[in-house]
């Protein structure tokens, strides 16, 4: 019941979803579809366990009073506001339990879910990505540069493909006469991208592919268990 | 001051305590990171609420009778066991039901990632490039062969391989930095253009 039952379980609807891409008619398609829409349901709980546990974990911070506990309150206050905002006024396309909101679109300019999105959501995320060019570029640097010839090749390629991408790289080569424009940044760079980048690509995709088949087979046979925890 | 200004004020304001931190770790940075997590759950939480629980659980139950969606509702509710030490074990049953996404992939990994790119590396050799694709495939795949030693004149073809894949891991890095670069582009125009009104 504790272990055996959601092993079954997994067993059925893993073999029941392979066999369905196989035989993709009723009733198997049928049941497939069934099955799709329950696991949105189900995906659905996932997502709100996941916000229960950093909320709880949150709360207990701050009732604990450790250190930075007011970042971790203006964290679970802006968590808040955000989940009241979308909730009572909806967002771009639906209305929410007061409805549109007219009187505060007026105002905003935009729904009040939509603003928060807009102004604070979107220069916090995009800000926090942009801060990685300047440690990407220089961790890049340190673990790179002369160690063997693998390293070198490696920062080499993303210079070219990094130069080769701005106007910055086509004005470098932008001199080299025509017999030679194989080696314009631009060219080099697209020369790259197309051939050894997608030979090894494909390759890496082929292996990835036969090692997530391999590890699905052994979670669907049972012979994976990890994903169901201890009993402990 | 116009409502636009101060809303570009705050976006600036949350701008410039994410790049503070480029100087070091500091309250400001501390506080904008505790925002972008909590303003990122209420968004993804709204989101389920709009996406999930109204389209595919409350408007099928309710107005439809739909009443066999009742199940997984209550699967998925097995979910917030995990939180309770006795009824823990309850929770695994939506997990194994997840595992139908395992599944998925082993015939969308056949088709997609092995077939689908089979054919198209197995085409008719007649230039180099193609050449260099289909050499290079071959020799990245052989250097995850490992019931063979890489040694000898194998060993020396599987190496190529290795080469390969440092381009193919360098052209992606090169992409990953263009990226974030573009990002930050767009972080120094919002701040030069729309708040600052410099570059009109």
Known sequence: ?????????????????????????????????????????????????????????NINKIKQKDSGWMFYLAGLLSFILMLLVGLFWGTQETGGLFGHGVSLQANLGMKPFDYLFEFAYMPLSSTMFSLLAFFIASAAYRAFII????????????????????????????????????WHLPNLSDFIMEYPNSAAQRAIMISAALGIIGSSLRIILGIERSYLGSDK | MSFELFSNLVG????????SFLYKDNP?????EQLLVGISLGY????????????????????????????????????????????GWLSRYPIA???????????????????????????????????????????VLLYFFFSKAHSGTYGKFVNVGKWYMMIGFGASFGMTVMARISLLIGRIQFLVNDVLGLLK
């Open chain 1, 1 to 57: 019941m504790k272990r055996n039952l959601p092993l079954f379980f997994a067993f059925f609807c893993g073999l029941l979803v392979i066999v369905s891409e196989f035989i993709p008619h009723r009733p198997f398609s049928m049941m497939i579809d069934t099955l799709q829409e329950w696991f949105m349901i189900i995906s659905g709980f996932a997502i709100i366990l996941g916000q229960i546990s950093l909320f709880q974990s």
């Open chain 1, 147 to 182: 160690r063997s010839f693998e390293s070198n090749l490696l920062m080499l390629t993303a210079v070219i493909v990094i130069l080769g991408r701005t106007s910055f790289g086509s004005m470098l080569t932008g001199w080299l006469p025509e017999s030679v424009r194989f």
């Open chain 2, 12 to 19: 600036a304001f949350f701008t410039l305590c994410i790049f």
């Open chain 2, 28 to 32: 400001f940075y501390q506080m904008s």
């Open chain 2, 44 to 87: 993804g939480l709204v989101f389920t609420y709009e996406r999930i629980f109204i389209p595919f659980v409350w408007q099928p139950i309710v107005f439809k009778h739909n009443f066999i969606l009742i199940i997984p509702t209550i699967l998925g509710a097995l979910y917030l066991f995990r939180f309770s030490r006795k009824l």
């Open chain 2, 97 to 139: 039901f997840s595992m139908m996404s395992v599944g998925m992939g082993v015939p969308l990994g056949i088709h997609a990632s092995i077939l689908v790119q089979m054919r198209q590396g197995m085409v008719p050799l007649e230039t180099v490039n193609l050449f260099l694709i289909f050499i290079g495939t071959i020799a």
